[in-house]
């Protein structure tokens, strides 16, 4: 490979590996970049279902205790554990799967607090609980008291539900309501790592872009230095020798081909003057 090949070659593969290195950089902080955004999204979206889950269970609980607590229904009792231990198991799932943990300790308290209440009103605070207790009289009063006592089971499942079991269900529901929101706090950090990530998926480009230029005007300096500007003044000095028979002259620094190629053009030249002698 001659010089001035191998210069220009050198040069346009210098742009190419710049080019494609600095496309390799930016194509990998791009995919980190996707990847912690599909993160992002994934655990809200989790946090969300997650929720949803533990709302509808705490739902379907205090439907189940107002139907059993105002209402005397005893067949609700299933379906009020049954609810209970839905939202256990979404909490547990939840704690599992969570990163920052901390959100979920007002949540796990209230759902403890609330499971206590539950149980100790299903174990204790029922009809059949009241009814009991009234039977410990004698036998011949059990039957004659057997609707008042239901009605004033009613009653008191009314009272316990106002007083103490509500207020924990609204601690429970703001409870998960924060955890449903929890993932957006922790936003705003992972969103200035992630604007972090963007800057320096750029600059690479930003960088190769500012030396492909760097490259590029030397490679014109270059090139009119030692081809251009030397073409220009052997087709000017050769065309003046054609015209007016003005001597050969071209004066310049001159290099590898463009060396060659004067010399060539002087020696044809002087051969042609010798023939005319």
Excluded at 32 to 49: C, F, P, Q, V, Y
Excluded at 72 to 94: K, N, P, Y
Excluded at 137 to 154: E, H, P, S, V, Y
Aim: proline share 1%.
């Amino acid at each position: 490979m001659t010089g001035m090949r191998k210069r220009v070659t050198v040069g346009f593969l210098s742009i190419v590996c710049l080019l494609f290195f600095s496309g390799m950089v930016s194509f990998l902080e791009l995919s980190h970049l996707s990847r912690d955004t599909g993160e992002i999204l994934k655990a809200n979206k989790r946090n969300i279902e997650l929720a949803k889950e533990m709302l509808d269970a705490a739902h379907e609980q205090n439907i189940a205790l107002i139907k059993l607590s105002v209402f005397g229904d005893r067949s609700c009792d299933s379906l009020c554990r049954a609810s209970m231990e839905r939202l256990e198991s979404t909490l547990l799932v939840a704690q599992d799967e969570a990163l920052e943990k901390s959100f979920l300790d007002s949540l796990a308290f209230a759902t403890t607090e609330l499971r206590l209440l539950t149980d100790n009103y299903l174990a204790f605070g029922g009809v059949g609980g009241v009814g009991g207790v009234r039977s410990a009289g004698g036998a011949g009063t059990a039957n004659a008291l057997t609707a008042a006592g239901a009605n004033r089971a009613d009653s008191l499942g009314s009272r316990w539900y106002s007083e103490e079991y509500q207020a924990l269900y609204g601690r429970l529901t703001a409870a998960i309501k924060s955890y449903m929101t929890s993932t957006q706090s922790s936003l705003v950090p992972r969103a200035e790592q992630m604007k972090k990530n963007a800057y320096r998926a750029v600059t690479p480009v930003l960088i190769s872009l500012a030396v492909m230029i760097a490259i590029v005007l030397m490679l014109f300096y270059f090139m009119s230095i030692y081809c251009v500007t030397p073409v220009e003044r052997m087709n000017k000095a050769l065309g003046d020798w054609l015209s007016f028979r003005v001597p050969f002259v071209v004066k310049g620094d001159f290099k590898d081909e463009v060396l060659e190629l004067r010399e060539k053009i002087e020696t044809l030249i002087n051969l042609s003057k010798q023939n005319k002698v």
